[in-house]
């Protein structure tokens, strides 16, 4: 599709040069505002070039559209100098028109659809929950955000790769064994154990050795197989299930360590082996294997990262965790560089909190007390698309509350239900429109320039932003955007549905066929938006 912001970009670009403007060095930006009164687009161009020119900023705006460049650029219908001298785009509806014809034309398969990552080899590893009980909404908002980060960068041409890291060895596999024996022998659990219906139920399935790590092992192997059929029932399918107990029976481990001991980072001090990870950017040393023989989480992290980089050679890794495993930030990337790695290449995306409102009420979450909101209840009382459309209703990096009241609401106030209703509303009048005989021309030569209502410019608007959402939701590594996106777009068909009749008496052919096509268009830029998200387009509510 044709970017308008690039389109825009050059021809700044050759004003500028008109006018003797030396470009060397000089970046500026063409941009939507976010007010529709400041235009389609606007640039701060004169605000970082004025200073070649020994003018003002708003002087040399105005010098820019005054140029021979401007003149003769035919899809801007007025130029307007805002503020400290920025230079707003009012464009032609014609420039909206071309959009939605190339809408129509590459359809489905290919609207919103680029080359920025192309060549791009990336991991993104996500939900990686430990074996140790069901799944609940937490991890259910991680995998949500982590599968639709994942569709945007394949919808902008890289090559990805979605892992689970199984931890499915150490400390919490052992306190798991320990659980299930005791409630097989018919005690509590220890204090660190895992409380829980379903420990009962694997205690009562259990037929093994009487031994912690025999038991948690088990424990573990069987929670995982509900773990990826949960996942599978959410549409989340992961291309690689790595075992973290792989990389310590393969030697790894012992081999990262001495390659980094080789390279000069490792000592030993009380018996331990340590990571020099201060002489890297961390703020103290690491240790790596502890006095008792025992190696570390880090020390299989790292390991494990390495195995990213040098042995699969993926160009970028992008680790997504909870809040909790910010200390591990530093660290890694510290033994990155060690290894030899460029740090950058290794993305951790830190998520907050994610809290449980029911009647009300807070509901308080602990994997170990048993006491978590798995996320089949949650999918099972609100729906799979819904439950992946409100996990990405904000940030990563902002706390979120989800009300399951509010999300079972069969209301315009519920963002889920609004873009789904949406899809189902332009399924709705399609169909009535093809009965009655009216429907697009094959060859797409559809005339769209009776479209001149706010309600049709606003929604033919946020249909041509999805290329640029999509790549900045690729960028940015943020998918909550393309949902934010959805909800905007939504809410434009509502207004032009209501104000805008397509199918009503009274209502000429020409003007029914032009709406009809930028109602095929919203459906397309729908469909699309919501596959992103991992959401279903229903047909009906």
């Known amino acids: 599709m044709l970017r308008w912001e690039l389109q825009l970009h050059a021809l700044v670009e050759a004003a500028l040069s008109e006018i003797g403007v030396d470009l060397e060095g000089v970046e500026f930006a063409v941009e939507r505002p976010q ?40 899809h801007v219908q007025s130029y307007e100098i805002a503020g400290p001298g920025f230079i707003n785009f009012y464009m032609k509806p014609s420039h909206l028109y071309s959009q939605i014809v190339e809408v129509l034309a590459e359809k489905e398969e290919n609207f919103a659809r680029s080359d920025l990552g192309k060549d791009e080899k990336v991991q993104v590893e996500f939900v990686s929950a430990n074996p140790t009980g069901p799944l609940h909404i937490g991890n259910g908002w991680w995998a949500a955000y982590g599968d639709a980060l994942s569709r945007v960068l394949k919808r902008c041409g890289y090559d990805v790769s979605k892992e689970y890291y199984v931890n499915d060895t150490g400390g919490q596999i052992r306190s798991l064994g320990r659980s299930i024996l005791s409630r097989k022998a018919g005690t509590s659990p220890p204090e660190d154990g895992y409380q829980g219906r379903y420990v009962v139920d694997l205690a009562n399935r259990y037929e093994g050795e009487l031994e912690d790590e025999a038991a948690g092992r088990w424990a573990a192997s069987v929670i995982i ?24 029976e393969s030697g790894a481990v012992e081999e990262t360590i001495a390659e980094l001991d080789s390279k000069g980072y490792v000592y030993e001090n009380d018996g331990a082996l340590w990571l020099k990870s201060t002489e890297l950017g961390d703020a103290r040393d690491r240790v790596l294997r502890k006095s008792n023989g025992d190696f570390t989480y880090l020390a299989g992290d790292i390991a494990y990262h390495r195995n990213k980089f040098l042995v699969r050679h993926f160009d970028r890794v992008i680790d997504i965790f909870g809040a909790d495993h910010h200390g591990q930030v530093a660290s890694q990337k510290a033994a990155m560089k060690a290894l030899g790695i460029d740090p950058s290449r290794l993305e951790i995306l ?51 509350v989800l009300d399951l009241n509010k999300a079972v609401e069969r209301s315009m106030e519920n963002p889920a239900f609004y873009v789904q209703y949406a899809h189902a509303r332009i399924f709705s009048l399609l169909k009535n429109a093809s009965e009655r005989g009216l429907t697009l021309d094959a060859s797409l030569e559809v005339n769209l320039s009776p479209l001149s209502h706010p309600r049709e410019i606003r929604l033919m608007k946020d249909i041509t932003m999805l290329p640029e959402v999509v790549e900045v939701a690729a960028r940015e590594r943020a998918p909550h955007k ?13 207004g032009f549905y209501h104000d805008c009749p397509v199918l009503a008496e009274g209502v000429d052919l020409t003007l029914a066929t032009s709406r009809l096509a930028l109602v095929r268009a919203t459906q397309i830029a729908l469909r699309v938006g919501l596959d992103l998200v991992g959401a279903e387009a229903v047909e009906e509510m």
Request: net charge neutral.
């Open 482 to 494: 393309v949902a934010t996106w959805l909800k905007a777009l939504a809410a434009s068909f509502h």
């Open 35 to 74: 007010v529709d009164s400041f235009g389609d687009f606007s640039t701060n161009a004169a605000l970082v070039t004025f200073k070649k020119m020994s003018k003002s900023p708003r002087d040399l705006a105005n010098q820019v559209i005054g140029t021979k460049a401007f003149a003769e650029f035919p």
């Open 225 to 248: 197989s509900e773990i990826k059929q949960s996942l599978e029932s959410f549409g989340v399918h992961f291309d690689v299930w790595y075992s973290q107990a792989s990389i310590e």
């Open 350 to 400: 830190l998520g907050q909190m994610v809290s449980v409102m029911e009647s009300n009420e807070v509901v308080k979450m602990s994997k170990r007390a048993g006491t978590s909101i798995p996320l089949s209840f949650v999918v099972e009382k609100i729906g799979v698309s819904a439950t992946r459309i409100l996990c990405l209703s904000s940030s990563l990096d902002k706390a979120t």
